[in-house]
């Protein structure tokens, strides 16, 4: 499907946030770039900083750059979080469908400012990933505030899943289906939970950032004229870059 180029840009309480629908516009829906390919493009297209990508698998593992070695033979550790301390450095997360989610500080009591770029898709979710990362980050980093930006994803309406699915989380997170074998699921209900809990256990205060100068951010990737969506076929992804400033 043809993909109308469109490009989220926000800057919020030392985060610069980028997110790229529909980019890769002298490809179709059935062509992909490899990571080493993505990786040159979002540097060179759009001059990021030092762009870090991962092989996504809808697993819990957690990078941080400040002190994981990569282990691999490849340039991108296998993981579906990452995070740094780094303003030089660029977190990219792929998705179309999963849940963009990116959690940072830089207002805590050792004066460190944090990133944390997350892929939640429903396995990920239910796997306690955003919890790991924070405790990550918890181990170095004593902090009294953070803020979350959750980017453009499958809405409740459209996210019908089975039992093997639902009968994970809290039956407050879904509807009813007009086939009794399905419920609609609310992903970002339950992130934001998530996070609220965990912080809750630090006393840590929360602020949510909404633009509101952009539809685009809290849209659905399914019939959606510029974002990627799994679930229609696409081959290509959309992509969040996060970034200290």
């Known amino acids: 499907m043809t993909k109308k180029k469109k490009l989220i840009h926000h800057k919020n309480n030392g985060l610069e946030i980028k997110f790229f629908a529909g980019y890769a516009k002298g490809l179709n829906a059935k062509q992909t770039l490899s990571l080493e390919q993505e990786k040159l493009f979002l540097e060179n297209s759009f001059l990021a900083k030092k762009v870090q990508l991962l092989h996504q698998v809808h697993g819990n593992d957690v990078i941080d750059y400040d002190y994981d070695t990569l282990k691999s033979s490849t340039n991108f550790y296998t993981a579906d979080a990452h995070l740094t301390t780094n303003s030089d450095i660029s977190l990219g997360i792929r998705i179309a469908d999963c849940v963009p989610v990116t959690i ?49 994803h499958i809405q409740q309406n459209r996210f019908e899943v ?84």
């Not at 400012?113 to 980093?141: D, E, M, R, Y």
Request: charged share 20%; glycine share 4%; hydrophobic share 35%.
């Open 104 to 152: 940072w500080s830089n207002e805590n009591k050792s004066s460190k400012p944090f990133v944390i770029a997350l892929h939640c898709g429903w396995q990920s979710i239910h796997k306690n990933i955003i919890s790991k990362a924070l405790t990550k980050v918890a181990k170095s980093i004593q902090f009294d505030k953070v803020n979350y930006w959750i980017g453009p």
């Open 162 to 245: 089975h039992q093997d699915v639902f009968s994970h989380f809290d039956k407050k997170f879904y509807l009813s289906h007009q086939d009794k074998t399905k419920k609609y699921i609310n992903l970002k209900s339950i992130i934001i939970e998530q996070i609220i809990d965990y912080c809750k256990i630090k006393n840590a205060s929360i602020s949510h950032f909404m633009p509101q100068d952009s539809t685009i951010d809290t849209g659905s990737t399914l019939h959606n004229g510029y974002i990627y969506s799994h679930r229609l076929g696409d081959k290509q992804r959309n992509v969040m870059l996060v970034s200290l400033l």
